[in-house]
């Protein structure tokens, strides 16, 4: 798949996500990309990304929707770019078989451009936690607001 400019990449990736198969995702990273998903497992290279994102998409991501929302792109230069997108996820399995509840997510993405078009370099991801502003672990992960006390 051909990612044209920095700003399409978002959607490339929702698309590749829409197929159901992780290696559709993996061409869009470089061969020694970087991906950090949101609970901070860390995949280190196109395979990994791939393996990882083809057991999701098969198993608790199966019948799940990700659409873009905003967009923001910022270049670093002729050939490499920042890109962030808000995504809503929706239809996840929950481990029940329950479906739950929609996510919004922040995707940051650093891009270079390629002969085959924009490659991530690395991608971290990020749950929004409306209403939080950081973790607590005081024997359960917890997301606070220290504004509230």
């Not at 996500?17 to 970087?34: K, N, P, Q, Y």
């Amino acid at each position: 798949m051909t990612v044209a400019a920095p700003a399409d990449f978002p959607l490339a990736f929702a698309e590749a996500w829409h197929s159901r198969d992780g290696h559709r995702i993996g061409v869009l990273f470089a061969e020694d990309a970087d991906f950090v998903n949101v609970t901070g497992l860390w995949w280190r290279d196109r395979d990994a990304i791939s393996r990882a994102h083809d057991y999701a998409l098969n198993s608790f991501f199966a019948d799940s929707t990700l659409k873009p929302g905003v967009i923001r792109t910022r270049m670093l230069g002729p050939d490499h770019a920042s890109v962030q997108c808000r995504f809503t996820l929706t239809g996840q399995t929950a481990p029940d078989g329950s479906t739950a509840g929609p996510r919004q997510t922040i995707l940051s993405f650093t891009l270079q451009r390629t002969s085959e078009g924009w490659q991530a370099v690395a991608a971290q991801n990020t749950d929004v936690v409306p209403g939080k502003e950081t973790h607590l672990n005081d024997g359960t992960l917890t997301a606070v607001d220290y504004r509230d006390t």
